[in-house]
């Protein structure tokens, strides 16, 4: 028996010191080197792969051709780019009580009113919780199987006894290896129950769903590495006090990673939003400033939202600046562009930004509505109620192309919409596009004009 002994592991990157430092000399991250019991040799991560194959032909390898399985949930389907990939490890990640265990709940008895047997581990939660979670969802099917278990060899165990069709471990901070000594939760302890569970998934072909905390700061709690093992990363995002709840992928590797899909939050469970621009538009405060709609493209769809801002003088000291749903830096650069090349003064007045329903957009096209939602407030005045807005803003102050225009354009018609300011350099992209004004812009100056204009 070999003496354990203690090592500092970073739970950002994964890499270890025999003492504490105050910075990972791996990834530099400072404050994330956490003390952990260390038995001798250390296992290698993904081990349990080896031994098994041979090199093989990447003809003869199975393709594509084998479907995917459907969830029954559309929204989550296009979220994961069609449907489950077999034997593949999909991370799912996001705040307390935001709904994880839900959406996964509802996941599962789907798959299985499909006639698939589903293996549900719960960690955090008694067999009786979720039996009282499904009854609230209204279903109970027969091959849908809860196990209150922690330890992953029995859960190996009992998978190789039931032969599911999918495997849902809620959550991966909660269960342990016997391989590994450190407690639950530690980067040892969830990169190696990762990297057995996934392992195991991928030889049986059996696709698996981690649920995985977040941290104060927003990410994935645990190692790095986690987001490394598995094939998709998906964040379940909202505000807790409002319904609203938006799955995005952050990353996939067998679909597109900016998809997006919304549900609300009712007592039934997640109902899938069917037209979310709808929704996003529905408490507009129409006529009134400071308010801006843009048209901006998630994944393989466009979205209405809208973008507030308030802007008033700084009582005493410095300005604030505080921004939610768009990039901060972004705003302080957009704030530059409109005094420099405008001449609007800014720098005396807090400012607020906020995107409308608690969505995060990170897309530059989203600039323009920024700024329109800025510049009304701070004049005053209420940007035309049938105008959207989208363009990239540069730092010249000239409005660049976007992609995606036509498409931006037919949802702001659909919505009702009949003028759209957009950038110049877009408009022969739309030409056939009949009942909406396109006013195109190569110049911030221009475009400030007619936001208001009619
Ligand atoms: N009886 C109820 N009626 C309506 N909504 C409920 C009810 N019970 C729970 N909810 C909703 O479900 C949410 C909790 O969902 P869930 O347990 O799936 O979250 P979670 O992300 O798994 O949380 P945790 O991280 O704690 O496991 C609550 O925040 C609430 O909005
Ligand atoms: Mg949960
Ligand atoms: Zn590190």
Known sequence: MVKARLIYVCSSCGGTSSKWLGRCPSCSEWNTLVEEKCSGERRKGLVVLSGKGRPVPISELKGSNEARITTGIGEVDRVLGGGIVHGSAILIGGEPGIGKSTLLLQ?????????????????????????IRAERLGFLPDTLFVYPETCIERVLEASSELKPSIIIIDSIQTVFTETVESAPGSVSQVRES????????????????????????????????????????????????????????????????????????????????????????????????????????????????????????????????????????????????????????????????????????????????????????????????????????????????????????KEAKRLGFTRVVMPKDNLKEIKGIKGVEAIGVSLLGDAVDSFFAL
């Open 107 to 131: 996941v599962a008895s789907n798959l299985a009113e499909l006639g698939n047997r589903v293996l549900y581990v719960t960690g955090e939660e008694s067999a009786r919780q979720i039996r």
């Open 194 to 409: 990762a990297a057995v569970l996934i392992a195991n998934s991928r030889s049986g072909d059996v696709p698996l769903f981690l649920v995985g905390h977040v941290t104060k700061d927003g990410s994935l709690a645990g190692p790095r590495v986690l987001e490394h093992m598995v094939d998709t990363v998906l964040y379940f995002e909202g505000e807790q006090s409002h319904q609203f709840r938006v799955l995005r992928a952050v990353k996939n590797r067998y679909g597109s990673s900016m998809e997006l899909g919304v549900f609300e939050m009712k007592d039934s469970g997640l109902m899938e939003v069917e037209d979310p621009s709808m929704v996003f538009l529905a408490d507009r405060p129409v006529g009134s400033s400071g308010s801006a709609i843009t048209s901006s493209i998630e994944g393989t769809r466009s979205l209405l939202v809208e973008i507030q801002a308030l802007v008033s003088p700084t009582p005493f000291g410095v300005p604030r600046r505080t921004v939610v749903g768009v990039d901060y830096n972004r705003v302080l650069l957009l704030c530059a562009v409109l005094e420099k090349r405008v001449g609007i003064e800014l720098a005396g007045s807090d400012i607020y930004i906020k995107v409308a329903g608690g969505l995060k957009l990170d897309e530059p096209a989203v600039d323009l509505a920024v700024v329109a939602a800025m510049v009304s407030n701070h004049l005053d005045k209420a940007i035309e109620a049938k105008t959207a807005v989208f363009g990239e803003v540069g730092l010249a102050g000239e409005i660049r192309a976007v992609s995606g225009a036509a498409s931006r354009l």
